[in-house]
């Protein structure tokens, strides 16, 4: 499409490379652009170039200890994120992702009194929910054990959904649709979970479990509880925030941390994550969803009575105690059986010379994707800039959805980051980057309207500038899954920090194929003199 503009195009210009201009503190305009404004006249132009793009296998791994399972929102405060469940699917196969965590006493060396003994143990996990959406249960009367007294009580269940923005997988969505259940297991750690080893950061650590703890089946909801005693109509429990609730094992914590009463186990966090080294939550399904949740609001609640002796009366009265997860080492582990998914026979066929015609891109350790300017675009670009005195305006990568990824399981916006290759180490496959690109971070447009086909724009005006100018020798850029990690004050934590590491999102597009209109490409508009 050819155009032609005065003022109105130098005016964009300006527009476009105004903040550049300002964070470089350049006097005036910059080289590459300034013949736009000899005279006020100028003539847009706007063109096409084939890229060459390939996947990048990142061997279904990725750093995802807890310095990557967060989600910035201000330079002061950050949300943990993790991901539990499983989910398969013919483009990508299987994906099983679990948690671990060490857990710590709320109190070190914690005094619980004379023969304490556990009632009962809970697992609390508080995954985002829709608080309009209240389903509340028949009142049940039933009896229940408190210290050495069976009472009779009655209790009242409110149900809620969880968001479905935080699920991705074979879920209910909407009506017609199938809530899958998941087979929640949690389990002891009997390995130690180092943070301070390398080994302990990346998705595919593998640990050593023990004892069973308990286990759950969950429908998709979460509940909240109150407990009134049926004599008094006094309230004995109440949950504060609908949760999952696992019981765990309680003759297991009875053993492992009310029989150690005043030892030195319990003394401090460091013996204690030694003597109970952490647990583990996974998932029995194979094929079901991905929930993704915060596990700083996770807690172990344990509930115990220990031995009163009030003027001559012997009582039990019941107790509290909590076991935090917040601020502990943990992992992310993610594990994948790629079989004959498309992308499991894509991986081995990968071609940075000419491209690959299908591109993949997953979150959690998934494929990522290279984009490479091709020199002979590059001399072109550069002849306009000499021959004709060109400016670009702007430049953009044009990635189109493939029509084989039907997206059904996640309705939100797929998010992506871009950033300039470094290398690639030869034997591990390692991508590593120095910095953010060029244009400090890339716009993202997506055709929200559902238009087909679907595309995603990628900014890259600044990068183009510098590479066309000769100022920059770096032409592969790496888009990934996940965006960039965000703070409230609309910057970004750093180039190396993005929700990559628990990004559920995966995607199939149209890659390097001349014979497909709809092939990735860069977009270039250009103003040259009139």
Known sequence: ??????????????????????????????????????????????TSYPLIAYNINNNDTIRSDASRLLSIVSETNSTAAAVLGAFDEGQFGMQKASFLAQLRMSTDNFEFGKTPKIDSVVLVMKPAYVPDSIVTRPVK?????????TVPVSTVVKEYPVDYQYKYGKMKLGPGGTNTLLHINVDEVTTFL?????????????VNTGTALGSTVFNGTVTAKTITKKSDNSTLFTSTDPAIRIRLDKDFFQTKILDKNGKP????????TRHFKGIRLSV????????????????????Y????????????????????????????????????????NALTQINPTDGDKKLYIQGMGGPSIAVKIPDQTITDLKKLYNDNKAAIVSAKIRMYADPSWENNY????????????????PTTKVITYTG????????????????????????????????????????????????????????????????????????VYVGTDKNNSNSIQLKIIYGTKK
């Open 194 to 206: 180092d943070g301070n080893n390398d080994a302990f950061k990346r998705s595919n650590v593998t």
């Open 1 to 46: 499409m050819t155009y032609t503009v005065k003022r109105t195009l130098a005016m964009l210009f300006m527009a476009v490379f105004g903040s550049a201009l300002l964070y470089n503190c350049e006097p005036e305009a910059d080289s590459l652009g300034e013949q736009l404004f000899i005279d006020g006249a100028a003539q847009g132009n706007e």
């Open 410 to 425: 996640l309705r939100k916006d797929r998010k992506f980051n871009i950033l300039p290759l470094d290398n690639i180490n």
């Open 305 to 344: 009575t220990n031995e009163k002796n009030d003027n001559g009366t012997i009582t039990r009265p019941q107790f509290t105690f909590k076991l935090n997860i917040a601020g502990n080492t943990r992992f992310g582990q993610y594990q994948y059986n790629r079989g004959t998914s498309a992308w499991g």
């Open 284 to 303: 029995t399904d194979t094929d079901g969803y991905l929930l993704q949740f915060n596990p700083d609001s996770m807690e172990v609640v344990m509930y």
């Open 141 to 149: 009367d039933e009896n229940l054990l408190v210290g050495t007294e």
């Open 436 to 507: 953010f690109t060029q244009d400090q971070i890339a716009g993202l447009d997506w055709l929200k309207d559902n238009k087909k086909p679907e595309y995603y724009d990628f900014v890259i005006t600044k990068t183009v500038k510098d590479i066309v100018e000769g100022t920059l020798a770096n032409n592969t850029l790496i888009v990934n899954a996940g965006k960039f990690t965000p703070t409230d004050t609309g910057k970004f934590l750093g180039y190396k920090y993005t929700l990559r590491a628990f990004a559920m999102e995966r995607g």
């Open 265 to 272: 186990e319990l003394m401090d966090a460091a013996n204690f």
